[in-house]
């Protein structure tokens, strides 16, 4: 009969599997997160999501502290763990092994884009101690850094702390709402998540009507996304401004008194597994190579280096043509918004002059061109909105149909490559390869706004206090004046929008086929390193068959039981 094993079970797999043999740097800090976890019987609870939509201030609120660092643009950059526990200190591990502690008010110096940039101070771990309530009994939260990030790192880190998770709060906001990226990336959180609890955050920016509408659009994404029903959680979290927070608390208290046990099992089994299997891989290759026949196992060995490196021809020919579609898509965003720019503008000025000349003259002149202010803007927002959905579109339907283009090119490659690998050395291999979409469809924002600065406010003062019709034809011309400034103003700034949102779906892309090429052609690179060398002479093909066996043995035992 199956039964799931204990933690001490779950150890002596792990203690098996390092000697088994790691496969390379990102297996064994793989192996050391889930080790050092059971050393300390931490269930890790990740904050996850895009960022701004307020992760590190809900965290913050949860905790009763606000130490986590927050701003307007992303901040975060490196993963915070947050751990119970006193003295109140952060720790800094370098990747050098060097260890540093501070005070909890240092911590910006770390994990924030501003003060470490692309991480340059090369910081492998951030954990800050706290004395907090929601901390006891080994729960850990950690701190993200928001995908979808205008910095790469930020992007890179947040991918990876999925992989280090047992359960996870998804932070989405109420506006702007769900997006195809956010419901991709809950996908693949709940694969890798024991729970996932999903908060809407930034509930106050909508009324009531539109927050019902929005919490009910984003329950059903979540339903989709996950392949269950669970609990949206509408809350403000914000300085000076909490709401709702403390039923999240509640939720997390009762979830971990009840569960937390069981469930840090479970995912520590689940975690463990996925690495046994991929060290297998590795392993049977090995194998498999290191038991070629001296007549063949040469030109055997030169036949699978050629694979690895038709693999890595293909993955940069990928990546030039993402990046090349990029240049075009960004080249012909340019010429649309040069092209709109006197179009739209003659079309709101005509507009708005037709409403000035209807407008009763009755008024005062400083209602008269408050309103007039007002239609002008109203003119301006409808037509650049256009303008910029029509664009919106036709950009989503590219990328998305350029992913589509590079991911049936990549699943291509890599049947190829399983096929030779198989041919060759007569192995299967048992990882599965992700085939979501390597970056869903872009959200592209855009804020209408009126720039209205101290020397606008006294020119107005002055029309306003002109005398007779005098005063009056200065505003309209001022207003029609303006608008041949406001429209291209607001066109240039969705080009901005557009710009940066389509360089970082590009560079989102190019990284996702990169690490998709590479997970599977690093198994094959590692297992000819491991079996490099005539056979007689390596003590390491000796003893590939015991480790075939004992990895075999942990796979099966870290198999799920019937439900």
């Known amino acids: 009969m199956h039964t799931s094993p204990d933690l001490a079970q779950i150890h002596e797999r792990l203690y098996r599997l390092t000697d088994a043999g790691a496969g390379d740097a990102s297996d064994r800090r793989a192996l050391d997160l889930v080790s050092g976890q059971l050393g300390r019987d ?51 591990r370098y990747a050098d092994g060097r260890v540093e502690r501070h005070e909890p008010a240092a911590l910006s110096r770390f994990v924030t884009q501003a003060a470490n940039p692309g991480n340059r101070r090369d910081v492998d771990e951030v954990v800050l101690t706290l004395d907090a309530p929601l901390l006891s009994r080994g729960v850990e939260l950690v701190d993200t850094p928001g995908t979808g990030s205008v910095h790469a790192q930020n992007t890179e880190e947040a991918v990876a702390g999925l992989r280090a998770m047992d359960a996870c709060v998804f932070v989405l906001t109420a506006d702007p709402p769900v997006s195809a990226a956010e419901r991709e990336l809950l996908r693949r959180v709940g694969q890798a998540s024991v729970r996932t609890f999903v908060v ?66 479970r995912s520590l089994t689940a975690r463990t597994r996925r690495l046994a299997v991929g060290l297998l891989d590795e392993v049977l290759m090995a194998r498999a190579v290191a038991d070629l026949d001296a007549s063949r196992r040469e030109q055997r060995v030169a036949a699978l280096r050629a694979q690895l490196d038709a693999l890595a021809r293909r993955r940069q020919e990928a990546a030039d043509l993402i990046r090349a579609e990029g240049r075009r898509a960004l080249a012909d965003v340019d010429e649309a918004a040069r092209d709109a720019g006197p179009a739209l503008t003659g079309a709101v000025r005509d507009a708005w002059s037709a409403v000035w000349d209807e407008e009763s003259g009755g008024r005062p002149r400083r209602e008269r061109e408050a309103e007039g202010r007002r239609r002008l803007a109203d003119l301006t927002r409808d037509a650049v909105d256009a303008w910029r959905l029509a664009r919106e579109e036709e950009l989503t339907d590219r990328l998305s149909a350029l992913d589509r283009r590079v991911r049936d090119r990549l699943a291509r490659d890599l049947d190829t490559f399983r096929d030779s690998v198989a041919d060759l050395i007569g192995v299967g291999l048992a990882s599965p390869a992700d085939g979501g979409p390597l970056v869903p469809d872009p959200r592209f924002r855009y804020r209408f706004q009126e720039d209205v600065g101290q020397t606008e406010l006294l020119a107005g003062w002055a029309r306003r206090h002109l005398p007779g019709a005098a005063g009056v034809r200065r505003s309209r011309a001022h207003l029609t004046a303006e608008a041949a400034d406001l429209v291209p103003m607001q066109i240039g700034r969705v080009r901005a929008d557009f710009q940066s949102r389509l360089a970082e779906s590009t560079r989102q892309m190019v990284t996702a086929v990169t690490d998709r090429y590479d997970a599977i052609g690093r198994r094959l690179g590692g297992a000819l390193a491991k079996s490099a060398g005539p056979r007689r002479e390596s003590a390491e093909h000796a003893g590939l068959a015991d480790r075939e066996r004992s990895l075999r043995q942990v796979v099966s035992e870290l198999e799920p039981a019937p439900s």
Request: proline share 3%.
């Open 42 to 92: 931490g269930f890790r609870v990740l904050v996850a999501g895009e960022a701004k939509r307020g992760k590190s201030t809900l965290l913050n609120a949860l905790l009763g502290r606000d130490l986590l660092p927050t701003g307007v643009v992303p901040v975060t950059a490196l993963a915070t763990t947050v751990r119970g526990g006193l003295p109140e200190t952060v720790t800094v």
């Open 200 to 265: 809407l955050n930034k509930a106050d920016q909508l009324d009531a009507d539109e927050l019902r509408e929005a919490a009910g659009f984003t329950r059903r994404v979540v339903a989709e996304a996950l392949g269950e029903t669970v609990p949206v959680f509408e809350c403000v979290a914000r300085e000076g401004a909490h709401r709702d927070v403390d039923r999240l608390a509640t939720a997390l208290t009762g979830y971990l008194a009840e569960h937390r046990d069981t469930d840090l099992l």
